[in-house]
């Protein structure tokens, strides 16, 4: 290894700079991809990944964190974890298993997804059980000869660690988690082994679930796994990575037998750096300090990097230091370059993947030569942050006057849920068991060309309007026709539900092509909150008033709530999450009274990522949970009693957050359960509910269109531990990424599951 400074990347973003990635997968799917042309292509865009990064003088390459779905997947069906029901025999899993794990087929479902960590990626959730472990490929040894072979790059194998990998996959008891270790460990070790006989230098371990709450006796499991891996790997360098937080037990990480720890001194809460300074650091191992924010993309305070390095390099001479992003960049955007429609003092903020390396490479060179070397650059990155600072919009006297007053405004409705309960079943004159849906319907191609051309400039308004009209009246006149009971105007005008809301608030801008991953193919382009957040006008009110002059039925006025809009947006970083979501929930209040005032008097306030933003440390999960929960309530509690608020939740265990949605007092929450329903009927099974709440009967995210029967015995499950007239009857989410052909057979099976169970549990006399 070089005996001085230098950089290494933790992952990189596999969409492309144009998305070519999600764009061959959909392609492939579609069958207009040949599995060996689709395989060529995702080569070539692995390759180029590759090569910007080594343009950018990255010492340390990533390979193997390239995937043609996830990664926690590919790790699956590496060791031969395939559930029975894909009826696969054993040997390399075929793509057609592999990708009907990820998203069902017509013989079975599609495993778990749920959220990697507090971020917005969603990952598959391996299926443990009884599976007899076995190495079906080794996908780092690919990655680390395709690398070298075709880009002459000595790559650094990213795989995740077995003690991460099996404390997120399911299917068995946790008391037996030492049991499964050992059951893996020989052929996590074969892997590695085969690693180490092929020349690699470092291979990347990434532990971030060791940055969570680990336990006395999992701290001893950890201990005896990584003895092991060393004992039999003892020529291949291991560095153990972290990320997303700071790490609790300090001394027992640093004594693992690895030789190099990668660090988050980003999102630590201080806890690494004070940490470091406190315990210092072992002279057999090297630090990967991750500097550079990995998660959010602004501009770093290069200054302040260089004073952070030399604090740590006071501890950690410079031959055994690393530097790095905090985590891996496939959470932020891959670059700055199509921006150029932005203000450019916002954009000289920005940083995405590519001016995150820029930025490590500056540091390198002020470190290894000194700053005046790199001083033209650090000056250019100071004078862009200080304009950035002083813009007025980030310093609005008036929305700081509105949070200090916080306090006098009304976070709780004039009645308990109970009471209300009653007023809104006379109002409403609902069936038992009532259908609805999450909110959007499909967005076919002629939805998303007319918005288009609207933005062109080829359509004028009224072109626009009248089209969109056309769109919300064959919605309604579809779900009445299929009997559903609350309807939804479709939501055919908004792109993304924080993208459309960012655009009528004060306090956002936009990027062009600032794109990340949610899951699968599934690419978001997350709105920027740069200033202060304000109301400006009714966002969403024309719409919903239109839908409801078409129909007699109720149609619920569609919102996304505070803390949604915060975690799926890039946030400031200059003032607290808390005071962010502040902002923007006395927004969407004004909002809220505005839909109530037009006579819209269900409104549904969608809150899928308020666990997302969870602080994965318990001790921190209180304090979120309180502001976050006042911010939802600050949004949506001014109506009057007969107004019936809905929420929704997607992808995330609820068990150990049962009391904080109920703390939402929402009138109606769904929840997606079609993937975990088992788990979720669980936690209801201890907690008791009593507020309404919808179940998700069938999972969106899959194109399979599930029977009347699969639905049935979802609702039947659910009614065994919730009262009936409580109970609503859903999709797990909004339907914008599905096609009309299995829309419609899908809602017109929920119906009809809907009317067997009401004829089941309610019968009349």
Excluded at 732 to 745: M, Q, S, W
């Amino acid at each position: 290894m070089k005996t001085e400074l230098i950089i290494s990347n933790l992952g990189y973003p596999r969409i492309g700079e144009n998305r070519e990635w999600k764009k061959a997968l959909e392609s492939f799917w579609a069958g207009k991809l040949e599995e060996e042309a689709f395989r060529a292509e995702m080569d070539r865009i692995q390759l180029e990944l590759l090569k910007v990064q080594q343009a950018k003088g990255v010492d340390l390459i990533p390979v193997g964190d390239f995937t043609l779905y996830d990664h926690m997947l590919d790790m699956a069906v590496m060791f031969g974890v395939v559930p029975e029901r894909y009826r696969h025999e054993g040997g390399p899993v075929p793509l057609s298993v592999y990708f009907a794990m990820a998203r069902g087929n017509a013989q079975a479902t599609a495993c778990e997804m749920t959220k990697w960590f507090n971020t917005n990626y969603h990952y598959i959730v391996p299926e443990i059980g009884g599976i007899v472990p076995r190495l079906t490929v080794n996908k780092p040894l690919e990655a680390y000869r395709f690398a070298k072979n075709r880009a002459g790059i000595e790559g650094k194998p990213v795989v995740v660690g077995l003690f991460t990998f099996l404390k997120l996959s399911k299917g068995f008891e946790a008391g037996r988690l030492a049991e499964k270790i050992e059951q893996f460990l020989p052929v996590y070790i074969q892997m590695l082994t085969e690693l180490e006989r092929e020349g690699v230098q470092w291979v990347q371990i990434d532990e971030p679930y060791l940055a969570t709450n680990v336990t006395a006796d999992e701290w001893k499991l950890v201990e005896h796994l990584y003895r092991r891996i060393r004992e039999q790997t003892a020529g291949l360098r291991i560095m153990l990575q972290t990320y997303f937080e700071g790490v609790d037990d300090f001394e027992k990480i640093t004594s693992l037998s690895v030789d190099g720890i990668g660090l988050d001194f980003v999102h630590d809460g201080g806890k690494n750096a004070k940490a470091l300074e406190q315990s210092g650091w072992p002279e057999d191992k090297v630090l990967g300090a991750g500097l550079i924010d990995g998660r959010n993309i602004w501009r770093a305070d290069l200054d302040a990097k260089l004073e952070a390095i030399r604090r740590i390099a006071a501890v950690v001479p410079l031959e055994r230091l690393i530097l790095q992003p905090s985590c891996s960049l496939l959470h932020v955007p891959v670059s700055t370059r199509a921006e150029s429609g932005l203000d450019p003092v916002v954009r000289g903020a920005l940083a995405f993947a590519e001016e995150k390396l820029d930025e490590l490479r500056i540091l390198r060179a002020a470190v290894r030569q000194g700053e005046q070397a790199v001083e033209a650059e650090l000056a250019a990155s100071r004078e862009a942050l200080n304009a950035f600072r002083l813009l007025p919009e980030r310093n609005r006297e008036d929305i700081a006057s509105g949070l200090r007053q916080l306090a006098d405004i009304p976070d709780s409705r004039n009645r308990p849920f109970s009471e209300r309960f009653e007023l809104q079943r006379n109002k409403w004159q609902l069936p038992p068991l009532p259908t609805t849906t999450i909110g959007s319907f499909p967005q076919t191609p002629e939805v998303r060309q007319a918005r288009l051309k609207w933005r062109r400039g080829e359509w004028n308004d009224a072109q626009y309007e009248a089209f969109m009209k056309e769109q919300i009246e064959a919605c309604i006149r579809l779900q009445e026709e299929i009997g559903i009971d609350v309807l939804v105007h479709g939501e055919f005008e908004r792109t993304d539900m924080v993208e459309y809301f960012g655009e009528k608030l004060d306090g956002f801008v936009f990027t062009r092509n600032g794109w990340v991953q949610s899951y699968g193919s599934r690419c978001v382009k997350p709105p920027v909150i740069y200033a202060d957040v304000a109301f400006v006008q009714p966002m969403t009110v024309k719409e919903s008033v239109y839908a409801q002059s078409l129909t007699d039925r109720p149609v619920k006025g569609m919102l996304t709530g505070p803390i949604t809009i915060l975690n799926w947006s890039f946030v400031r970083d200059d003032l607290s999450r808390e005071q962010v979501a502040n902002q923007i929930a006395l927004a969407l209040r004004q909002e809220v009274l505005a839909l109530e005032k037009a006579g819209i008097e269900m409104i549904q306030v969608d809150e899928p990522a308020l666990r997302e933003g969870l602080p994965l440390k318990r001790e921190d999960q209180d304090a979120y949970l309180q502001w976050a929960v006042k911010a939802f309530r600050l949004a949506a509690s001014g109506v009057k009693d007969t107004t019936q608020i809905h929420t929704h939740m997607c992808y995330c265990e609820f068990h150990d957050m049962i009391d904080a949605i109920r703390s939402l007092d929402a009138d109606v929450i769904s929840i997606e359960s079609s993937r975990s329903h088992g788990e979720l009927i669980s936690s209801f099974e201890q907690h008791d509910y009593d507020h309404g709440i919808g179940l998700g009967v069938y999972d969106i995210h899959s194109p399979r269109v599930p029977s009347v029967e699969e639905m049935s015995d979802m609702i039947d499950r659910a009614l065994r531990v919730l009262r009936p007239e409580l109970f609503w009857i859903n999709p797990d989410c909004g339907l914008k990424t599905r096609g009309l052909a299995e829309t419609v057979p899908a809602l017109r099976n929920m119906v009809q599951a809907a009317q067997a169970a009401r004829a089941q549990h309610f019968q009349r006399a």
